[in-house]
């Protein structure tokens, strides 16, 4: 598929690492940076959904999207995980949890532009999954930029697979290609956010480190299987496949 993310915040905050990884599946190691997992959530819009070579899909190309997500890996490629993802867009739910094994939820989203910047608020209306909102005004502070290797911001976001478990304890992997994000400072006005309640999580009440990008165009190949998932693995064979910033 291709399609573009746009007014995309990055907000993500710095967690102790036991207590993520009991909440990833087995075959997936969890990744930290100078000994510290982080777990994001990412607001946007996404427009121009469509299969490669064919026009936007009518009616299913635009929507927006919020994800709480946080960094692995396996077999050697660091990628996202995703605890959960919100659309609004209830086919695109049901394509997305069919084709690619991601939590996705429905959700009703208002995305504004405002003099003031982005303002963004997200309820989850899916029946069977945990409650969950988000409520934020959001704007870039600076120029662009493309974060230099070896930072935290180029740990966070230059990934390019995503992974995704099916309901037999399957781990499958997605190829995502696009150019280096062009990432800007920016500042975040929180109202509400309980998006990581229903993994038990209570985020720090420092204010989160945060970076806004105002397009991204992104190619998403379709998931392939990797082999079957390896049973949990102690501390110290965890410790040693974690990469470090």
Known sequence: MRQTWRDLLFAHWPVAAEYLRPLLPPGLTLQTFDGRAWI????????????RALPP???????AEINVRTYVTTEGRPGVFFFSLDAAHALAVTAARLVYRLPYARA???????????????????????????????????????????????WLTERYCLYAVDR????HRA?????????????VEIERNTMTAALGLTLPGAAP???FAERLDVHVWAPSPLLTARPARG??????????G
């Open 57 to 63: 899909l009518p009616g299913l190309s635009r929507f």
């Open 209 to 211: 480190l945060v970076h």
């Open 40 to 51: 994001g959530i990412t607001p946007f819009l996404l427009t121009g959904l469509r299969l």
């Open 175 to 187: 190829e995502i290609h696009h150019p280096p994000w062009p990432l800007q400072p920016a500042t």
């Open 108 to 154: 009703r989203i208002v995305v504004r532009r405002t003099p003031d910047g982005i303002a963004y608020a997200s309820r989850r209306v899916e029946r069977k999954a945990p409650p969950a909102e988000f409520a934020a005004r959001y704007r870039p502070t600076g120029e662009v930029s493309v974060a230099a290797p070896g930072t935290l911001a180029h």
């Open 168 to 171: 037999r304890g399957g781990l």
């Open 235 to 244: 501390a110290a064979d965890a410790a040693r496949e974690e990469r470090t």
